[in-house]
């Protein structure tokens, strides 16, 4: 298995630009997440889908960030406009009911 | 709620020497704990994991956890550090019913002394 797999690793754009990050998760996971990693304030859960529907969004920090899972093997996280304070790692995550997650490699954004 | 501590942000050890990273948990149900390690420049990769049963779990390179109930505690141990243990750890607490949603702890960065 490929693992979760995160495009692109790096994105560098500047403020006001609509971003997308992409995730594939890994077959027969049914639930998929979302993080923010900066030193800052760690690790943050952004939202959660269980089964393609999103169950948790609350960690979602403005109306400027969307997520999407329109089917089983595809999510996207999206921020428009973006600002510099939304510079972070970006992880995505899958898992089946009750597992360990598995981690993709992150994408890493910065905003100018 | 559900909620993870671990003591210590750093923590350094000398190569060879007893590795021990700290982890209290809280829960109001039964819970699910993880041990996830995350290499620079990395996502998080899972270590080991406790769900039910033998409350002493091993996982991956050498890594072994305790489950202990009355402590809630859930420390992470290695009995000789490598260089290449050097990482961030980090703890995470879920419950068994319901959310699926894990919380993690701040993490603890190891630093391996040759």
């Known amino acids: 298995d490929a693992g979760v797999i995160q495009s692109p690793r790096h994105e560098v754009t500047e403020m006001g630009q609509e971003v997308t990050l992409r995730c594939k998760p890994i077959?027969?996971?049914?639930?998929l997440f979302w993080y923010r990693q900066t030193m800052m304030r760690g690790l943050e859960l952004l939202i959660y889908?269980?089964?393609?529907?999103?169950?948790?969004d609350s960690g979602m920090p403005e109306d400027r960030f969307s997520a999407k899972m329109p089917n089983a093997s595809f999510s996207t996280l999206k921020i428009q406009p973006s600002e510099p304070r939304d510079s972070a790692v970006y992880f995505c995550?899958?898992?089946?009911?009750?597992?360990?997650?598995?981690f993709g490699s992150g994408t890493r954004l910065t905003v100018v | 709620a559900q909620s993870v501590t671990q003591l210590g942000s750093h923590v350094s050890v000398s190569e060879g020497a007893l590795v021990l990273l700290r982890c209290n948990y809280s829960?109001?149900?039964?819970?699910?704990l993880f041990w996830y390690v995350q290499y620079p420049n990395q996502g998080l990769q899972l270590l080991l994991k406790y769900t039910t049963g033998a409350t002493l779990v091993k996982g991956i390179n050498g890594f072994e956890a305790e489950f202990k109930k009355s402590e809630t505690s859930f420390h992470l141990t290695k009995p000789s550090a490598h260089m290449s243990d050097a990482a961030e750890y980090f703890c995470a607490v879920g419950q068994t019913s319901g959310t699926y949603k894990y919380i993690f702890g701040t993490g603890t960065r190891l630093k391996v002394l040759a």
């Open positions: 829960s109001s149900v039964p819970p699910y």
């Open positions: 077959s027969g996971h049914n639930s």
């Open positions: 995550a899958s898992s089946l009911v009750l597992g360990g997650y598995t």
């Open positions: 889908f269980n089964n393609n529907v999103p169950i948790d």
